[in-house]
């Protein structure tokens, strides 16, 4: 079971629809497109809660080097790029997202970026292949 447990700060747009994708470290299990994903905040806490629950419509590989080099499926994006990743995962400037994932998981960082919104995902496989 993909459970995904969400700070504070994205619990809200995640359940309101609002922040259509996620970026998570590398697991023993990879995510595939087609898994259901259980949204939670408070995951293991006595204030745990269900957020949503919906399909992973795509999967990309992801790493972030540094504030100008970041890769989806070993694609460099461009700065444009960038920026709109960093709105969709819910930041409202690239720095912002840039400092949470430097202080949060240090540079280089490889993980998955997993989308569940059909337009976005439909977008990023047109940019950046299957996964």
Not at 23 to 33: H, V
Not at 57 to 85: G, W
Not at 107 to 126: C, D, H, R
Request: glycine share 6%; aromatic share 12%; net charge positive.
């Amino acid at each position: 079971m993909p459970a995904l447990n969400y700070m504070k700060q994205f619990a809200e747009p995640v359940e309101k629809l609002q922040k259509p994708c996620t970026i998570r470290a590398i697991r023993k299990r990879p995510f595939k497109e087609g898994d259901t994903l259980y949204h939670y905040t408070g995951l293991r806490s006595a204030k745990c809660r269900k957020l949503l629950e919906n399909k992973a419509l795509a999967v990309f590989d992801i790493t972030i080097e540094s504030e100008d080099r970041v890769y989806i499926n070993r694609n460099l994006l461009k700065p444009e790029n960038i920026r709109e990743l960093a709105n969709i995962d819910g930041f409202k400037e690239t720095p912002e997202f840039m400092d949470f994932f430097r202080n949060t998981h240090g540079f280089p960082f490889t993980g998955q970026l997993i989308m569940w919104n059909e337009v976005y995902a439909m977008g990023f496989k047109k940019l950046f292949g299957n996964g």
